[in-house]
């Protein structure tokens, strides 16, 4: 088989500066609310309802209409669960189905409203103010699939991505000029004798020993192309133009493959509110929110030979003799962190134009991030004797920078039934288009470092549209009975390449369906329950490049649900 990099991939540098993809800004910007039992319960369909810490993250005005004041918290448990298949050839043939699942205790809401009656009939009665957190997104997703390929390796690939740099640079001992230095001064943060920054990635499974030179060490590229060690090599009786031998390169026999994934982290709203009550017909409100952002992602790729005597490496000791030792086992991984806060405002008003018929709209600015990232690649390769068994790892990277998310719009309406049934409906739009990157020390978002992303943003990325329905029956006087379902479309148009691999990371549409059940004491004291099911778009990702001209890098489909159980305890005051 003829490898060949079918795939530009020198995009992601070895640098962070100019890394960071739509992908991320779109998973940072994005929420997937929460709040209180009763909102989630009605499936957050609460622009016009109010009266519930919950909807205060939707409307600012929704504090105004609660008429006292009111304290909540919020416990809840979040399971994640995943059915991943794969594809060996990216064909299409999906197999070898397997499950896993992640949980995580959460507290997605809590907070006070303090509510100041003024004493008059009309005009402003009254005014609220609030200090209220509730989530806007909980990440918790776990992905583990794999099976047998034959036909294309991990480290086949890493080791066409690492043609053309030397050995010698990617080792650490060679700088762009062919000097020797330190390792520690580290030459990659300055690119090769063409320019080129290096990919961690080739770095460590060059340092590793899981990717080497081969063949005659007197042909002109020899230094500068590399072979994985699940491969093995023949050579032929042809030369190209530059006097280098050409060998045909495959791999030994079939690989077990296991592709991972871990992710966790939560964002969190802070709001600072303020309601005015206006004659019981009209609401206003303000928020000055602070959202916070903590995400970890930890993901990993593992090669095993079913018969590592399909694998022969033949090396040279000291004295000069050749032996043989045999690839067994290889590992990837790739971890990454990052945290944000960021600020913005948010407005909106609840009329009750009359009967029991309120109209509601509020409009949220674009927050401003600070960002800070760290990440580190790393590799172990393991041989049949162990005193060849190498690992490394890269230096922690360590950025920040600012992100701007879009702004959000929502729009709703509700009736009630004379007190006993209320029915919603809430439309919420986000351009996700308006999204860019800044350097901490840039006045314009526009600059050269992100002027590449900030151009594939307005590019993939475009409007998303969600629709949220809700309902609230009371059988009896303290008892509710609540429903919801959310309905979200994607807002990318077109393929992203996340972190430099061919991988579709976005999900198409997002379904919720919620249940829930209240309780208010005739005293103070009420309890609200709900649970959420929200179902996502299949996922599709490629763990490594299409590297050969007659074969395609595997496939993993990953298909994935959520499942979300809060309980609301409050007090009215």
């Given at each position: 088989m003829?490898?060949?990099?079918?795939i530009s991939l020198f995009s992601f540098a070895a640098i962070a500066a100019g890394a960071q993809t739509a992908q991320d800004a779109y998973t940072f910007s994005q929420n997937t609310y929460y709040g209180t039992a009763r909102s989630i319960g009605?499936?957050?369909?609460?622009t016009a309802v109010g009266g519930d810490l919950g909807t205060i993250g939707f409307n600012p005005a929704g504090s105004a209409v609660m008429g006292y004041?009111?304290?909540t918290i919020t416990p809840g448990i979040s399971f994640g669960s995943t059915s991943n298949s794969y594809s060996p050839y990216g064909d299409g043939k999906f197999s070898n189905e397997n499950n896993s699942s992640i949980s995580r205790f959460n507290i997605p809401n809590f907070g006070a409203v303090i509510n100041f009656n003024l004493g008059n009939d009309r005009g402003l009665k009254s005014i609220s103010y609030g200090v209220v957190m509730n989530s806007t997104n909980k990440f918790l997703n776990k992905i583990v699939g794999g099976g047998m390929n034959d036909k294309s390796s991990y480290l086949g690939a890493m080791s066409v991505l690492a043609e053309g740099f030397n050995s010698g640079f990617l080792n650490g001992y060679l700088d762009a000029n062919g000097s020797s230095i330190d390792d520690g001064d580290y030459p990659y943060y300055h690119g090769d004798d063409r320019g080129y920054y290096a990919p961690w990635?080739?770095?460590v499974n060059a340092q590793a020993g899981a990717i080497s030179n081969y063949g005659d060490s007197n042909d002109p590229a020899y230094v500068y192309r590399y072979i994985g060690a699940t491969e093995v090599f023949t050579p032929t009786d042809q030369y190209d133009k530059d006097g280098n031998r050409i060998y045909n390169v495959h791999i030994g026999g079939p690989l077990d493959q296991t592709y991972g994934r871990k992710v966790t982290g939560s964002k969190d709203d802070i709001a600072l509110n303020v309601g005015f009550n206006i004659s019981d017909v009209f609401y206003f409100g303000a928020n000055l929110g602070i959202t916070t952002i903590d995400y970890n992602y930890h993901e990993y790729f593992k090669?095993?030979?079913?018969?590592?005597s399909d694998f022969p490496i033949v090396?040279?000791?000291n004295n000069g003799n050749n032996y043989t030792i045999n690839f067994d086992n290889y590992r990837a991984r790739?971890?990454?962190?990052m945290d944000a806060t960021g600020v913005y405002g948010k407005f909106g008003f609840i009329a009750r134009p009359g009967g029991g018929l309120r109209l509601g709209a509020a409009i949220q600015t674009p927050t401003l991030f600070n960002v800070h990232e760290k990440w580190q690649n790393a590799a172990d390769v393991h041989y049949s004797d162990r005193g060849n068994d190498g690992s490394a790892y890269s230096p922690k990277g360590d950025f920040d920078y600012k992100l701007r998310s879009p702004y959000i719009f929502n729009a709703g309406l509700a009736y009630t039934f004379a007190g006993m049934a209320m029915i919603s409906a809430d439309y919420e739009l986000t351009d996700y288009s308006l999204m860019k990157f800044k350097n901490n020390n840039d006045h314009e978002y526009d600059n050269d470092t992100f002027d590449a992303v900030n151009s594939s943003i307005k590019d993939l990325m475009g409007k998303s549209h969600t629709l949220r329905l809700g309902a609230e029956v009371k059988p009896v006087a303290d008892i509710a009975i609540r429903a919801g379902y959310n309905y979200t479309t994607t807002p990318v148009g077109q393929y992203i390449s996340d972190t430099g691999k061919e991988t579709a990371t976005s999900h198409h549409k997002l379904n919720?369906?919620?249940?829930?059940?209240?309780?208010?004491?005739p005293g103070s004291f009420f309890c609200d329950l709900a649970g959420r099911l929200t179902s996502y778009s299949n996922e599709y990702i490629s763990p490594y490049i299409n590297y050969l001209s007659d074969a395609a890098s595997p496939l993993l489909k990953s298909s994935r649900d959520r499942w979300d159980v809060v309980l609301t305890l409050g007090w009215r005051f």
């Open positions: 003829k490898k060949t990099l079918l009605m499936g957050n369909a609460v004041s009111q304290f990635t080739s770095i090669e095993y030979a079913r018969n590592p090396l040279t000791n790739y971890s990454y962190s919720a369906f919620s249940v829930g059940l209240g309780y208010s004491s």
